[in-house]
C-alpha cells in the first residue's frame, strides 16, 4: 500500500494494516504564503486565518483540540468517542483550509540483541575515543544544548548529571510554569509519553546515546548539556505526535542539535513539515541511517529520507573504519558513518545491580551521537555557523577509505579536523530558503551531500574480531552468531517486506 489514506466512493477508510492512535488525526492547515513573501500583511492574514481555524476545530462538538503549532500551520486532534473514524476524517480532508489530514501513526520498536562483551571490544572502545582526544582540547568556548529525541534520559546516572540542560526558567517544584513556556516544572526537559516533567528514561538506550554525546567533550571543561526528551515508551514505542512535540520542545527551548537515533518505513507529511521547521531555526538534525544492511538511495526510510538539507545521516563503522555488517548505506542518502560497533556507554541504573552501570551495544543509533557530539563541539568553538556549515565541515574533514566509496557520501568522521576547521570558519547566517532545488548553490554543497536519507536504529549483535583482522569467525562461533542472530535477520526479512509500513525503531 503506497498511500496513506484508502479511497472509497463514500470517503476516506484508513488502510488497518498501518499502526496509529486509535482516534487521532494530525492535520495541516494550508499556508497562503507563497515562498519569498514579504508582505507583512498578507502574514498577519495568515496567522489569523491559522487560529480562526483553531478555534473552529474546539468548537466543533467532534473533536477535541491536544496541540497547535503556528510554525508549520499544524493541529493535533482527538476524535469525540462515538464518532466515525474515517467519516471525520473525510470531512476534516474537504475543508477548504485545509492541505492534508493523516493519522497519528505509531512508531514500534524492532527486535535486539544484547552485544557482546569481551576485551577486544573495549580495546576498539578506547581506539576510537582516542581518535577526538584533540577535540576534546579545544573544548573551552561556549555551552552547547543537545537534545536527545528518544526513550529519556538516567539523569542521576554519574556520567550524565551534571550535564544535564537546565531550564534556567523554571523554579523547581512549585508547580508553576513560570517561564510561560507551556510545561510546569520541566527542570531537564519533558516526557510526552506520560505528559509530565520526569523524561526519566525506562528503557536504556536514549541513555546510552546520552553518554556518547557527552563522550566527545572535555571532562575537564564541559561544554555539552543534554536535553531529555522522551518519546518512546519503555516497549520502544511512540507516535508522530509525540515525535512532534518533542521537536517543538527542542527547539522553542534552545537546544541547537537534534540527536533522532530512531527511525521507519511510512511517510508522515506532519513529521516532514516538524523537520523542515528544524531547518529553518538552524538546527542540525542528527538522523541514524539505519540497522536493515539496505541502499537507503534504492529503498527509502523515514524520517531521513525527507531530504530536509540539515539532516546529517550517519552510518555505523567499525573499528577498521569499514561500514558495520549491519548498517543501512548509499552514496546519496548517508552523509558520513561512525563508530557504532560495540560502543561502551552509560545505561540507567536499573540496568545493572551496583550502578553507575554501562553496557556495549552496536547501530547506528551508536553512530548517530558521535556526530552530534561533534557537532555541539564545533557550535562551542563558533556558535554562529549556519546548520548546513556544520554540515558540510564534518563532510569535507572526513577520511572515506575504499570500503567505503560508493557506499555512503563521504567518510569516517574525524572530530579534530572538524572542530578545527569550524574554529576557523568564518559564520554565514543567511539560511537559504528550502527549496531543494537551490539549497546546493546557496553554499556550494553538490546534490548528493544536500540530501538527508535513512532510518534511526539501534542493534545490540554479537561481534567477531575487532580490529578487521584475526581469524574471523570461527565454527563455534558462526553458530553462535547465527543462534544469536537469526531473530534479528528474520526481522530484516520482514521489513524488507512491510518497509512501507510506518515502523520506527530506537534499536
Not at 518512546?232 to 508522530?240: C, I, K, P, V, W
Not at 538534525?285 to 550517519?314: H, R
Not at 531543494?436 to 574480531?465: F, K, N, R, W, Y
Amino acid at each position: 500500500m503506497s498511500a496513506w489514506l484508502l479511497f472509497s466512493i463514500n470517503g476516506f477508510a484508513l488502510d488497518p494494516n498501518i499502526p496509529h492512535v486509535e482516534g487521532e488525526l494530525i492535520i495541516k492547515f494550508k499556508t497562503q504564503i507563497t515562498s519569498g513573501e514579504e508582505d507583512i500583511l498578507k502574514i498577519f492574514a495568515d496567522q489569523v486565518g491559522f487560529h480562526k481555524l483553531q478555534a473552529k476545530l474546539k468548537k466543533d462538538d467532534s473533536l477535541e483540540l491536544l496541540n497547535s503549532y503556528a510554525w508549520a500551520d499544524i493541529h493535533h486532534v482527538r476524535i469525540r468517542p462515538g464518532e466515525d473514524f474515517d467519516q471525520v476524517m473525510g470531512k476534516i480532508q474537504g475543508m477548504e483550509e485545509v492541505e492534508y489530514v493523516e493519522p497519528n501513526y505509531i512508531f514500534s520498536a524492532t527486535f535486539t540483541t544484547e552485544a557482546f562483551e569481551d576485551a577486544p571490544s573495549a580495546q576498539a572502545f578506547s581506539s576510537e575515543q582516542n581518535r577526538f582526544s584533540s577535540a576534546q582540547a579545544l573544548g573551552a568556548g561556549q555551552n552547547v544544548t543537545v537534545a536527545v529525541i528518544d526513550t529519556g534520559v538516567d539523569y542521576t546516572h554519574a556520567d550524565i548529571a551534571s550535564n544535564m540542560w537546565i531550564n534556567s526558567g523554571e523554579v523547581p517544584g512549585n508547580g508553576i510554569d513560570d517561564d510561560k513556556n507551556g510545561y510546569i516544572d520541566d527542570i531537564n526537559g519533558w516526557d510526552f509519553v506520560n505528559n509530565d516533567n520526569d523524561p526519566y528514561d525506562d528503557h536504556y538506550h536514549g541513555t546510552h546515546v546520552s553518554g556518547i554525546v557527552l563522550s566527545l567533550q572535555n571532562k575537564a571543561r564541559p561544554v555539552i548539556k543534554i536535553m531529555a526528551l522522551k518519546f518512546l515508551d519503555y516497549y520502544g514505542y511512540g507516535s508522530t505526535g509525540d515525535a512532534i512535540n518533542a521537536i517543538d520542545y527542542a527547539v522553542r527551548n534552545g537546544a541547537k542539535i537534534l540527536n533522532n537515533s530512531w527511525g521507519g518505513g511510512f511517510y508522515s507529511s506532519a513529521l516532514r513539515d516538524a523537520i523542515v521547521a528544524t531547518y529553518n531555526a538552524n538546527r542540525v538534525f542528527a538522523v541514524a541511517a539505519g540497522n536493515s544492511a539496505v541502499n537507503i538511495d534504492q529503498e527509502p526510510s523515514y524520517p531521513p529520507s525527507y531530504l530536509i538539507p540539515n539532516m546529517i545521516t550517519v552510518a555505523a563503522l567499525n573499528s577498521s573504519d569499514n561500514l558495520a555488517w549491519f548498517s543501512n548505506y548509499g552514496p546519496t542518502g548517508v552523509h558520513v558513518g561512525a563508530p557504532g560497533v560495540a560502543i561502551y556507554s552509560a545505561v540507567p541504573k536499573e540496568q545493572c545491580s551496583v550502578p553507575p552501570c554501562y553496557k556495549y551495544l552496536s547501530g547506528t543509533s551508536m553512530a548517530t551521537p558521535y556526530v552530534a557530539g561533534v557537532a555541539a563541539m564545533m557550535l562551542s568553538e563558533q556558535p554562529e555557523l549556519m546548520h548546513l556549515q556544520v554540515k558540510k565541515i564534518i563532510m569535507d574533514t572526513s577520511v572515506s577509505n575504499a570500503s567505503l566509496e560508493g557506499m555512503i557520501g563521504k567518510g569516517s568522521v574525524e572530530p579534530s579536523d572538524a572542530v578545527t576547521t569550524a574554529s576557523n570558519t568564518t559564520p554565514d547566517g543567511n539560511i537559504p530558503p528550502y527549496t531543494p532545488s537551490s539549497i546546493s548553490d546557496s553554499i556550494g554543497l553538490s546534490a548528493s551531500e544536500s540530501a538527508g536519507m535513512g532510518c534511526g536504529a539501534l542493534v545490540d549483535i554479537t561481534q567477531g574480531p575487532k580490529n578487521g583482522g584475526g581469524q574471523g569467525l570461527t565454527p563455534t562461533s558462526g553458530i553462535s552468531l547465527f543462534l544469536l542472530s537469526w531473530p534479528l535477520l528474520f526481522v530484516f526479512f520482514l521489513r524488507r517486506q512491510m518497509r512501507r509500513k510506518f515502523v520506527l525503531s530506537p534499536f
